[in-house]
């Protein structure tokens, strides 16, 4: 299992030294730096999950190295500073902190503070990645599968809920052939009878005629002779 990198940018060599310790401990993967210019290079080179970020360093400004940081990455940032002023907090988070702790502190409590903010961070990507996976676009064709819109070269397509599970089902499963009977059962949820395979062509049929394009000839579901239907996505170049 990859190690979560931690850039922990403090000149202090002792302080630095002590958090890369504890962070070691708790199976993160530490990065030392000890001023602005070798913060950037490992940023870039290792793209950290989570930055440590002194106020005060030799050759720049914390709060103005984190808006360097911020042009390249969203990761978040604990500061670190003998600093304890109310304005001194309210600058380093404007600047693109997302926590700010006190010299000296307390080891347990930064990384408590350290999981939290990769516990949150982690989530957010989780939900970011399933709103991303709820859409669809293909050809003229966006989809949303959560919201049940459906959109066709921007302009909204009513569909009924059968008619949108069937869609999904093909759409779920490109260039994969459904016999009728198939769709029928995973659709409606019951066993196929005879005549049913007609209801399922007739919404195929009406599916067809909602998803034609103006000045296009694209067929977005097609008919597999014998065998059933698919949805005819075209396979990208490096498939």
């Excluded at 293909?138 to 989809?143: A, N, R, S």
């Excluded at 000839?217 to 002779?225: A, E, G, L, M, Q």
Aim: proline share 5%.
């Amino acid at each position: 299992m990859a190690k979560e990198k931690i850039l922990v940018v403090d000149d202090e060599k002792a302080i630095n030294k002590l958090v890369c310790s504890y962070l070691t401990k708790e199976q993160f993967r530490p990065l030392p730096a000890y001023n602005g210019e070798e913060a950037l290079d490992l940023l870039k080179k290792e793209n950290p999950d989570l930055i440590i970020l002194d106020i005060m360093l030799p050759d720049t400004e914390g709060t103005a190295l984190s808006l360097d940081i911020r042009e390249y990455s969203n990761a978040p940032i604990i500061f670190l500073s003998c600093k304890t002023q109310e304005i001194d907090k309210i600058i380093a988070l404007s600047a693109g902190g997302d926590d700010y702790m006190t010299k000296p502190f307390m080891p347990g409590e930064l990384i408590a503070r350290i999981k939290a903010h990769l516990r949150r961070q982690n989530s957010l990507a989780r939900k970011a990645a399933e709103a991303e996976s709820s859409l669809y676009e293909y050809e003229g064709l966006k989809i949303d599968f959560d919201t049940h819109d459906l959109f066709l070269d921007d302009e909204p397509v009513s569909l009924t809920s059968k008619e949108f599970e069937i869609l999904k089902l093909l759409i779920q499963h490109p260039r994969k052939v459904f016999p009728a009977s198939q769709i029928f059962e995973t659709v409606w949820k019951t066993n196929c009878m005879e005549n049913d395979t007609k209801t399922v062509m007739v919404y195929i049929s009406t599916l067809r005629k909602k998803l034609e394009r103006k000045n296009h000839d694209t067929n977005y579901i097609v008919s597999v002779r014998g065998v059933g239907y698919k949805f005819n996505q075209m396979p990208k170049k490096d498939e």
